[in-house]
């Protein structure tokens, strides 16, 4: 396979260069402001840095339009998305990080799934906000419906870029990329926000 080959994608590329895609390049700093605001909440480090990857891996493909900064697209949403599905048992529920690290196989299991059925990882995820929405209670449960609504309006965006070209060249893709900067920043806030009460409500050892 010829990594460098080019990838035309999106209703705002026309042709090979730099900055064939002006809109869906310059929206992925919305990627680069969740990471910074994520990066300096207590227990957001990881999460922060992980955004910080899907910032570079977006803007190099929209950029590039080239198959390896594809995969590294690609590829940096699903380390994410993994990383999550780890941490979700471990600090909304208690499970040891040893048996958490399972939510990573089940995820996948459960995306295979939803593949079969003519989905894919995205549709997964969405499903997977929405689950967590409805297993959980008070705040965190408000603030996945608020990541699932909007994870919802921004798939249906990325959906729809093809369709939309003849009467908006520039497409709907880069409102992917805005609507996504608030979705991860909205799950990765959830988690950090959870995990960081939970230390204050661990006793202390004297």
């Given at each position: 396979?010829?990594?460098?080959?080019?990838?035309?994608?999106?209703?705002?590329?026309?042709?090979?260069?730099?900055?064939?895609?002006?809109?869906?390049?310059?929206?992925?700093?919305?990627?680069?402001?969740?990471?910074?605001?994520?990066?300096?909440?207590?227990?957001?480090?990881?999460?922060?840095?992980?955004?910080?990857?899907?910032?570079?891996?977006?803007?190099?493909?929209?950029?590039?339009?080239?198959?390896?900064?594809?995969?590294?697209?690609?590829?940096?949403?699903?380390?994410?998305?993994?990383?999550?599905?780890?941490?979700?048992?471990?600090?909304?529920?208690?499970?040891?990080?040893?048996?958490?690290?399972?939510?990573?196989?089940?995820?996948?299991a459960f995306t295979?799934?939803?593949?079969?059925?003519?989905?894919?990882?995205?549709l997964s995820a969405?499903?997977?906000?929405?689950?967590?929405?409805?297993?959980?209670?008070?705040?965190?449960?408000?603030?996945?419906?608020?990541?699932?609504?909007?994870?919802?309006?921004?798939?249906?965006?990325?959906?729809?870029?093809?369709?939309?070209?003849?009467?908006?060249?520039?497409?709907?893709?880069?409102?992917?990329?805005?609507?996504?900067?608030?979705?991860?920043?909205?799950?990765?806030?959830?988690?950090?926000?959870?995990?960081?009460?939970?230390?204050?409500?661990?006793?202390?050892?004297?």
């Open positions: 396979m010829n990594w460098t080959a080019y990838v035309d994608g999106y209703c705002e590329r026309l042709a090979p260069g730099l900055w064939g895609e002006p809109l869906n390049s310059l929206s992925n700093l919305a990627f680069l402001i969740a990471a910074i605001a994520v990066w300096r909440q207590p227990k957001g480090r990881v999460f922060g840095a992980l955004i910080g990857l899907v910032f570079l891996g977006s803007t190099a493909f929209h950029l590039l339009a080239t198959r390896w900064s594809a995969a590294a697209d690609t590829g940096f949403i699903l380390v994410f998305v993994l990383y999550y599905a780890a941490v979700f048992p471990h600090v909304f529920f208690g499970v040891r990080r040893r048996l958490a690290w399972l939510g990573i196989p089940v995820f996948l295979a799934v939803v593949a079969s059925l003519g989905g894919g990882l995205y969405l499903i997977g906000l929405v689950i967590f929405a409805v297993i959980l209670r008070g705040e965190d449960r408000r603030r996945f419906a608020l990541a699932a609504g909007v994870f919802g309006v921004s798939l249906s965006s990325r959906t729809a870029d093809h369709t939309v070209c003849g009467n908006f060249p520039a497409g709907t893709h880069f409102l992917w990329h805005l609507l996504n900067g608030l979705v991860l920043f909205l799950a990765a806030n959830a988690a950090t926000k959870r995990a960081a009460s939970r230390q204050d409500a661990a006793p202390s050892r004297s």
